[in-house]
């Protein structure tokens, strides 16, 4: 199953879907025509109702009950909102702002934000209609009962809101939600360690085309499927040259071909299936999650907010979404005429511990924990983690050297170093 759902990610057009599904006016909108619909509706099933049920139920208070949602729902919406937005400019100020945009994806808070909006645009639809003279005896029936199933919806979200607003936005909540998606990500990449593609291990001939990109901003997503029909259709071979989260431009090439010659027009499918925007995405770039964990640990080490506790924290997050990770590059290839770098173990941990070490490099408590953590990865993953662990970890006792460590401290970073 998860296999399936990696498969229908890697398709452009299903995560273009999935982007536009995760904005919050989405949710709100879909929300706001059910509301309306629900109203609309409650005119034609009360047709169907006897009379003497809407004298029995009393549903002539609907009235006073929708004039009571209508004013309470737009003051929490407001309310609700205000709430949210502090929330993703203290995770700006406290993390990284990055993170924020995880956020603004979070399912509890549209969700309830939805809900909110939607009574009230289904509570002030239900009063103009009722003043309108819209509905029958048994239509405000139907629309009473309608609008106790809608408070029963806003008690719920309510609930939930008071749940979310304990931890929302806090230091530790962005923490796991940032690692929630690396992982995310890395597992994704372990599944099909090349996108689907053929790992590269050597360079592309001298002689291939370059297509370089139209726009300036950095590679999101790419459809590894959609290029090698393209280049099946074609008779081409293809090396990308860009991969999620690389930063380019109009001299920068997106991939790379050779094959028949072909004017650039019949080679715009290849461009279009790259989606590049103003800003990384988590989606397809392991590096991504892994450079927010970083800066998350580097501004909790920063003078002016002196949280050790915060990096040593992430420094164990780091080991546990990297410990998964592998360099078996041998299976798992679907499009055998798409050639793609594959990730490097030393960049994974470079871009996650690298940042660490230089900004603790004068805390022997962040020291002990990085030290501990490459350990760790060299001894579950030596053929994967062990050479890369060496380097950093000796980088990273150059920088304890150059701080004000004593010897004794010195003396036991190196021991564990020596251990890697």
């Not at 959609?226 to 008779?235: M, T």
């Not at 949280?307 to 499009?335: C, F, H, M, N």
């Not at 953590?373 to 980088?395: H, Y």
Request: net charge neutral; hydrophobic share 50%; glycine share 6%.
């Amino acid at each position: 199953m998860r296999s399936v759902l990696s498969d229908l990610f890697n398709i452009k057009f299903v995560w273009l879907i999935l982007q536009h599904l995760r904005k919050i006016w989405v949710r709100t909108v879909g929300f706001a025509v059910l509301a309306l619909g629900s109203v609309v509706l409650a005119k034609f099933v009360g047709q169907l109702l006897p009379l003497s049920w809407s004298e029995k139920i009393g549903a002539g208070a609907v009235d006073q009950v929708l004039n009571i949602l209508a004013t309470s729902m737009l003051a929490v919406t407001t309310f609700s909102l205000s709430i949210a937005v502090s929330a993703f400019s203290t995770a700006a100020g406290s993390a990284t702002p990055r993170a924020t945009a995880l956020l603004q994806e979070d399912h509890t808070t549209q969700n309830v934000l939805a809900t909110f909006l939607g009574a009230f645009l289904f509570s002030l639809v239900g009063i103009v209609a009722l003043n309108a003279g819209y509905y029958s005896e048994a239509g405000r029936l139907v629309l009473f009962a309608t609008t106790v199933l809608v408070i029963a919806f806003v008690v719920v979200a309510l609930l939930r809101w008071i749940s979310q607003l304990a931890s929302f936005g806090r230091i530790e909540d962005t923490v796991e939600r940032v690692e929630t998606a690396a992982s995310t990500a890395l597992q994704r990449r372990i599944e099909k360690p090349c996108l689907g593609g053929k790992p590269q291990k050597q360079p592309p001939p001298d002689s291939a085309h370059k297509l370089c990109s139209n726009v300036i901003g950095f590679v999101q997503h790419i459809d590894i499927g959609a290029i090698s029909k393209c280049a099946k259709e074609l008779d081409l071979e293809v090396w990308i040259a860009a991969l999620p989260g690389t930063f380019v431009h109009k001299a920068t090439p997106l991939l790379l071909v050779t094959g028949n010659t072909h004017a650039d027009h019949d080679l715009a499918p290849l461009r279009a299936a790259f989606s590049c925007g103003e800003r990384r995405s988590f989606d397809q770039d392991p590096k991504f999650g892994l450079i927010v964990m970083s800066e998350i640990a580097s501004r909790a080490l920063s003078q002016s907010v002196n949280d050790p506790g915060t990096a040593i924290d992430v420094i164990g997050r780091l080991v546990r979404i990297l410990a998964p990770w592998y360099s078996d590059l041998s299976q798992k290839v679907e499009y055998s005429n798409v050639t793609v770098p594959p990730l490097q173990s030393a960049e994974l941990l470079e871009q996650a511990f690298r940042p660490i070490a230089r900004d603790g490099a004068a805390v022997i408590e962040v020291q002990l924990k990085l030290h501990n953590a490459l350990l760790a990865l060299a001894e579950m993953a030596p053929e994967t983690f062990k050479t890369a662990a060496a380097a950093l970890s000796k980088d990273a006792l150059e920088r304890a050297d150059m701080g004000v460590l004593t010897q004794q401290e010195l003396g036991a970073l190196k021991e564990i170093s020596a251990k890697i």
